[in-house]
């Protein structure tokens, strides 16, 4: 029998709507109500101020490692905003700003980065999952619970947060692959920041976009401006109300960039050049968005600085009040808690132990301070 050719859909579209000069495409300018566009930035904006806060903590040794977000705020902010409260986040671990705009407290943020369990916990109400270290794995837990609500009927859609190194492990592709078999109502976000750690993208795969995968599995694809918030916003808007409608899945590449470190134990400059970083700091998201605001006449000096002030007390009302909090929790006997039912031998050795030097050390010091 001859070859034969099968045809495929070979395409994939890009969209860019507010340049990093702050200059918009009339037509294609999504119709958002002036309160809403207020809200993205403040949203944007205290996800940038927090994260600012973070660094400081860190350098000072007041709170552990912890990931970055700087320069991927618009990725976060104008996907998470087409979710209702009954529909589920699921992300991955550099999503502070999104996991705050569904009502994650600074508090709880803190407290995780200090060690504390306390600092996981999410209200039963709360249709969010805990962020997901391991790189990929929340990829088919999202495609799972996609599955549960098309199976249950239910009117809940799933939004998923991964970055451009989970797309080369197996469980994007096998997530994306049953999404689409049993297209589920799922939304799956990559922010593209160009680097795996200090892998670049050019070094994972030879496909000219991410947003291509989505046409093996036969779901829609499309990539973004990860720096452009109105882009992002439109082209998750029509992916949730795909997946609402039972339209099935979407992939979304946001194009952007991680400005600092994968984390506060990484040193980038032993893998990339100053000058890639102040080429991409000039793309920043923030700083177009709010060029695009004042040029609307929606953000004002006064309007901008009564955000700012705003957004800075309540960062410092929550550093304040977790670290008064944080004097009465952390036991070290916690740590032999809620693993068995009943503590085996060896273990209970352990413990009694530990309870007898914490006995030995508060002795100690309180024979100091009498001394």
Known sequence: MPRTKIEIQDTIEYLSILDEHGNVDRELEPDIPKEKLLELYQAMLLGRRFDERMLDLQRQGRIGTFPPIKGQEA????????????????????????????GRSLESVILYYNGFNEGTIIPKDQKDMPMSVPVGTQILHAT???????YRKTDEIVMTYFGDGATSEGDFHEGLNCAAVYQTPVVFICQNNQWAISIPLKKQTRSKTIAQKAIAYGLPGIQVDGNDVLAVYVA????????????????IECVTYRVMMHTTADDPTRYRTEEEVESWRAKDPLTRFAIYLQNKEILTETTQKEIEAGILDRIQTAINRVEEQMKELGDPIDMFDHLFAELPPHIEIQKQEVVRNLASNEKDAKEVNHG
């Open 144 to 150: 799972g619970l996609g599955y549960a609500a098309k």
């Open 75 to 102: 990725a976060q902010i104008g996907s998470i905003f087409q979710l209702k409260a009954s529909d589920w986040m699921v992300p991955a671990f550099r999503e502070t700003a999104a996991e705050i705009w569904r």
């Open 236 to 251: 998750a808007k029509e992916a949730a109300e795909r997946a609402r409608s039972g339209g099935g899945p979407t992939l």
